[in-house]
């Protein structure tokens, strides 16, 4: 972030070696409430004297420090006088520099391993003997560095941390940042407060302050658009980015007709009134429907609803011919990383531009929450006065219904979803368990079923309710209801929705199945 801090701020700067987990270290640091910014390693030694950064953190990497073209990192960092933590190469690199040596371990260390600690240093300070670490690493330290000490070791590296307390520098061959280390975060508290004496004083309120500032100056008096979907990332990016850019901000809902009861006109209602912001509302549903005339296949379903959701959008981002930038609520998890070795510095590519609108727009990006986990998000949503229901909302997918209506999508399929959908949602609500689930919905299977109401026989759909546990969607656990309650949802659907006359509960996990069924 090129930000202007208040003078007071406190800052870690994170060094970037090409770690999977160095966002996971930033994401740590914010946890404590202290300010962090992550940059290449061949950041200038100059830079960070000026920035007068509290503590300096060497994240892991790839390669071995003696690979050709392994990232290297200025020598005159270990002069500075700033405390320093090198975790795994960021350790190694405090090695090779400090006339220490690193070579290949004859096996690989990686998962779970106990650390006994040999010295108990400010790093250290309260760290349990025996516990467990996460380590992921091809090479250790043959020969200490010099002026260095041993702390700690395991059974398979000898040298698992080391520190020098005159020069404040540290290094620790395991990580502290991910979960698996059972005190890792103390670990990273004894950096921030003990050794760089931070002060905790970083909040979603500073983060909010800091991207307004930063938005006004990449846009100036240029407009901005932004697709609202009514999720958690975009509605929180377009309140976030109204505050900055107030009028120049111009957001567009499109009601692809796939949407849940009511979606569209909360959507409106919150955002015209609530936050005044300016918004197009466009109804494409007849135009999706006419479109998803008997497909049944999901994955032409969503090819479809993609380009016809950028055709739309497109046709009345164009009647805006002075917007240069589009708001896109990417979380660091839609980013995918990569090392570009040969430059020696990190790129980071995108994988979610709403259909390669960007490109073919010609729009350049504002992306506030690129390095934000969606609890971060949420937290800012909160800060700005979004309604709860908008902030603890379970995801929803691009094709919307599409994927819920099993088989041909026709509008009174998607209505008869829609209302025992709703009824389900709600129940969750009441019952209070809508927080404990990570997503739940209902699916219209294309199966009829013979049922008896009064004395008449019926024959009418079939749904399937779903709820799932999980903590990104990769993997998942269906959900465990207290069964009066499945009974309350079943009876409720089946008596106040006609054309559906038996429920079933889904309890497939994911892997082997999916979330969705389509
Ligand atoms: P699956 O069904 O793959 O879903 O287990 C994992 C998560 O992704 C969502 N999902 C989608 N989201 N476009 C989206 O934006 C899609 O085509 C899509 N398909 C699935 C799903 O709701 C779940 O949260």
Redesign the pocket.
Known sequence: MAIELMTHQHKILILDFGSQYTQLIARRIRELNVYSEIHSNNYPVEKIISEKPRGIILSGGPMSVYDEGALTIDKKVFEIGIPILGICYGMQLIAKYNNGKVDAAKNREYGKVHIQILHEDELLKNVENNSIVWMSHGDYITKMPEDFIVTARTDNTPICAISNTTKKIYGIQFHPEVAHTKDGKKIIENFLFNICNCNADWTAGNFIQLSINEIKEKVGNKKAICALSGGVDSSVAAVLVHKALKENLICIHVDTGLMRKNESENIVKLFRDNFNIKLIFIDASELFLERLKNVVDPEQK?KIIGNTFIEVFEKEAKKIPDAEFLVQGTLYPDVIESVSVKGASVTIKTHHNVGGLPEKMNLKLIEPFRELFKDEVRAIGRELGLPEMFINRH?????GLA?RVLGEVTKERLDLLREADDIFINLLHEDGYYEKIW?AFAVLLPVQSVGVMGDARTYENVLALRAVSSTD??T?DWFRFDHDFLEKAANKIIRSVKGINRVVYDISS?PP????WE
Request: charged share 20%; glycine share 12%; hydrophobic share 30%.
């Open positions: 969503r995801p929803f997918p691009g094709p994927v997503q969607g990769m998942a994911k199945s999916t979330i969705e």
